[in-house]
Nanobody, 129 residues
Framework: VQIVESGGGLVQSGGSLRLSCTTS????????VGWFRQAPGKEREAVSC????????YYKDSFEGRFTIARDASKNSVNLQMNGLTPEDTAVYYC???????????????????????WGPGTQVTVSS
């Protein structure tokens, strides 16, 4: 599935951005979707994921409380609302998706790079101090 991210840009410290992940080829409601990021000189890391069955959400490390992942069925998108941004949040943000096939895959989302098959090209988020 071809997915694309949007909404990145330059924002001052303490500001907010909302990233969107969309596709025109499938319904994202049938897919687990995750947001990841890669800062300069660092490995890509998971930020947040949302499953396809119950809309359950998962957040990694310190993102819960600042970031919110949510589906927008009317736009066939999964959004990542980011508040309280700091320069440490500067990174390329990636959206990824995978369609669960088995009952177990539908029940358990692996919020890790290994759990996703399709990736967008990324959108740059830069937070100035």
């Amino acid at each position: 599935v071809q997915i694309v991210e949007s909404g990145g840009g330059l924002v001052q410290s303490g500001g907010s951005l909302r990233l969107s992940c969309t596709t025109s080829t499938v319904s994202l409601d049938d897919y687990h979707v995750g947001w990841f990021r890669q800062a300069p000189g660092k490995e890509r890391e998971a930020v947040s994921c949302i499953d396809s069955e119950k809309g359950a959400t998962y957040y990694k490390d310190s993102f819960e409380g600042r970031f919110t992942i949510a589906r927008d069925a009317s736009k066939n998108s999964v959004n990542l609302q980011m508040n309280g941004l700091t320069p440490e949040d500067t990174a390329v943000y990636y959206c990824a998706a995978v369609r669960p096939r088995t009952v177990m895959e539908k029940l358990v989302i692996v919020c890790d790079e290994s759990g996703f098959a399709s990736w967008g090209p990324g959108t740059q988020v830069t937070v100035s101090s």
